[in-house]
């Protein structure tokens, strides 16, 4: 399948079979972040969509990658929020984003649940980010995910 990258350039991606996402996933270190730094890593995530892992997966994800699974799985997100992901894209510049334990998250049909501003900071600041990844949940939890209290001032000074 061809995919058209910014520019005229045409980068050709084809998703492998069902057998070989297998082995690839079979063949994956998870005792190491994964380092999907050019578009044949999407191999890497379809196979981890096709044969989700029962724990969140470390991978360093570089703007290339980032740029295409953001238009390739970013299908059933509510609208970009442009200030948002400006400055998500100043802290992957200024260093603050960091490994925290959030994750971006992909449903079993490998439809984006979470992160679509984390991995838009990433393709503006043009530096990649390492985060938590978690694969094969279920495409009905998309109304669950973010649902929790976010902190006040007052609670962060209190801590």
């Given at each position: 399948m061809a995919m058209q990258a910014q520019g005229a350039?045409?980068?050709e991606f084809e998703r492998p079979s069902a057998t070989k996402l297998r082995a690839i996933a079979a063949e994956l270190d998870f005792s190491k972040p994964l380092k999907w730094d050019s578009l044949d890593k999407l191999s890497e995530f379809y196979a981890l969509c096709e044969r989700s892992p029962?724990?969140?997966v470390v991978a360093k994800i570089w703007p290339v990658v980032a740029d295409?699974?953001?238009e390739l799985?970013?299908?059933h997100n509510r609208p970009k929020g442009d200030h948002y992901?400006?400055?998500?894209?100043?802290y992957c510049r200024e260093g603050v984003y960091t490994l925290?334990?959030?994750?971006?998250?992909?449903s079993k049909t490998g439809v984006m649940l979470d992160g679509q501003h984390r991995l838009s900071g990433c393709v503006g600041s043009k530096l990649p980010i390492e985060s938590h990844v978690v694969f094969g949940l279920s495409d009905?939890?998309?109304d669950l995910i973010d649902q929790g209290k976010k902190r006040s001032p007052g609670?962060?000074?209190?801590?």
């Open positions: 350039e045409v980068i029962l724990h969140s295409k699974l953001l799985t970013n299908t992901a400006a400055l998500m894209s100043m925290t334990g959030d994750t971006l998250k992909w009905d939890l998309f609670d962060i000074l209190a801590l």
